[in-house]
Nanobody, 125 residues
Framework: QLQLVESGGALVQPGGSLRLSCAPYGFTLRNYIISWFRQAPGKGREGVSCITNSGDNTKSADSVKGRFTISRDNAKNTVYLQMNNLKLEDAAVYYC??????????????????WGPGTQVTVSS
């Protein structure tokens, strides 16, 4: 079965940092756009950041620009989300997802066909 696995979620204080990782099970990431989404209780799924298969292009939601950075290491078959200066409103379950390679990526969950089970990020003082 092909899927993604997220890791790195934890409890952190406001202003703190976390790095999430996304790794595949059963396939290679290098041929896929990878995006991070999040969902807080009672809210819809929100696109956070995406990166093309080459790593040349990224896109981030306005709410995380300047604080979150998406990157990938195709040699390690892993995509990362570095989250700095975390805020209370960043608390959510974070998911990574994959879609077919392209020169640009998007933050619309439609079209992403591989998903991970999610990792919990809790921001609390």
């Amino acid at each position: 079965q092909l899927q993604l696995v997220e890791s790195g979620g934890a409890l952190v204080q406001p202003g703190g940092s976390l790095r999430l990782s996304c790794a595949p099970y059963g396939f290679t990431l290098r041929n896929y756009i990878i995006s991070w989404f999040r969902q807080a209780p009672g809210k819809g799924r929100e696109g956070v950041s995406c990166i093309t298969n080459s790593g040349d292009n990224t896109k981030s939601a306005d709410s995380v620009k300047g604080r979150f950075t998406i990157s990938r290491d195709n040699a390690k078959n892993t995509v990362y989300l570095q989250m700095n200066n975390l805020k209370l409103e960043d608390a959510a379950v974070y998911y990574c997802a994959a879609q077919s390679a392209s020169s640009v990526c998007n933050l619309d969950p439609e079209g992403y066909f591989y998903w991970g089970p999610g990792t919990q990020v809790t921001v609390s003082s």
